[in-house]
């Protein structure tokens, strides 16, 4: 197992601007630029906290866990806690920052396990009214923020935060084509869902058997199926699969770990599986994609 808190990538563990007492900041991305520097954010590094990042003005490239995304005014970002991340060396884009810690935000229904899921969308690009009304979001989040807090502050701050996550997701769904049911009445879908993502978290470098999730989580494999499927629009298999992936993406680019070393701690008993699995769901071995050459075989 790899501790990334180990690894020689810097993190920002404090969330910057960030009011006394309450784990939530509001800012822009040139106030945090004045202090950090350009030479930190243009290195691959992680964050501690949650930020969302909504572009105002100008453009750049963004990089998150080794995937490249084009930003410009409406572009909305999610960076969760640990993901690499790294902007270009030269860019004139400024933004509006949300940053919170993983314990502040209310705890909604099942969708709102995206807060703990880094294998879900973390690039949006915002509709001219998907932009506005988010944005009226934010511009309530802003000005709660500022306010002199008269006992309530907090409580305000979760709440308008829980209706800015909820319009993400929303939005994620919209732009996903995605007309699933948000949920079973009973919310049990959901419930086992996240259940399965904990599991997964610490178990995916163990095995990447559905039928031993469902063992864990006592239930049957088609029911497991049933709820990845409703929840998430993907399947158990799949799920497991690009976590294992994300994983070996990630020890590939910022470690210097032999390739076989990696196989071993993602539980690949033989290296060639390992490039097997990798060609599978990334398109180039693991070699080629550690020079950065992303020409499919």
Same mark, same amino acid.
């Given at each position: ?6 690894? %020689? ?6 969330? /910057?601007?960030?009011? %006394?007492?309450?784990?939530? !900041? ?7 630029? !004045? ?11 992680r964050l501690a906290y949650h930020q969302i990042m909504l572009i105002g003005s100008g453009s750049g490239h963004f990089t998150i866990d080794s ?13 969760? /806690? ?22 502040? =935000? ?13 294998? &879900? %969308? ?13 944005? &009226? ?24 935060? $829980? ?20 949920? +079973? ?19 995916? &470098? $163990? ?8 063992? !864990? ?5 088609? +029911? ?33 770990? =032999?390739?076989?070393?990696? !196989? ?23 070699? $080629? ?6 020409? %499919?075989?």
């Open positions: 197992m790899v501790d990334f808190v180990s690894l %020689p990538i810097p993190v920002i563990p404090d969330i /910057p601007h960030c009011r %006394p007492g309450i784990g939530m !900041a509001v800012t822009s991305l040139s106030e945090v630029r !004045a202090t950090v520097s350009m030479d930190f954010t243009t290195t691959p590094h995937t490249r995304y084009s930003c410009r005014v409406g572009s909305l970002l999610w960076i969760r /806690p640990n993901q690499v991340i790294q902007f270009a060396s030269v860019t004139n884009m400024d933004a509006r920052l949300v940053m919170f810690t993983e314990t502040f =935000p209310l705890r909604l229904r099942a969708q709102m396990g995206m807060l703990d899921d880094s294998l &879900r %969308p973390c690039h949006w690009q915002l509709r001219d009214d998907e932009l506005a009304r988010f944005q &009226r979001v934010l511009a309530l989040i802003q000005e709660e923020f500022e306010r002199p807090d008269q006992g309530l502050g907090e409580d305000i701050l979760k709440h308008l935060l $829980a209706v800015a996550l909820m319009h993400i997701d929303q939005m994620c769904r919209s732009q996903h084509n995605d007309h699933r049911e948000a949920d +079973t009445p009973s919310g049990e879908n959901g419930e086992l869902f996240l259940r399965f993502r904990r599991e997964l978290e610490s178990s995916y &470098r $163990a095995t990447r058997l559905v039928e031993d999730y469902a063992a !864990a989580l006592n239930c049957t494999p088609r +029911t497991l199926s049933r709820a990845c499927r409703i929840v998430a629009g993907s399947s158990t298999k799949d799920l497991i699969d690009a976590r294992v992936a994300l994983e070996a993406k990630r020890l590939l680019v910022h470690t210097d770990l =032999p390739v076989g070393t990696i !196989a071993r701690q993602l539980g690949f008993t033989e290296v060639t599986n390992f490039g097997k699995f990798f060609v599978r769901r990334v398109n180039v071995p693991p070699g $080629a994609f550690r020079r950065g050459d992303d020409s %499919p075989n």
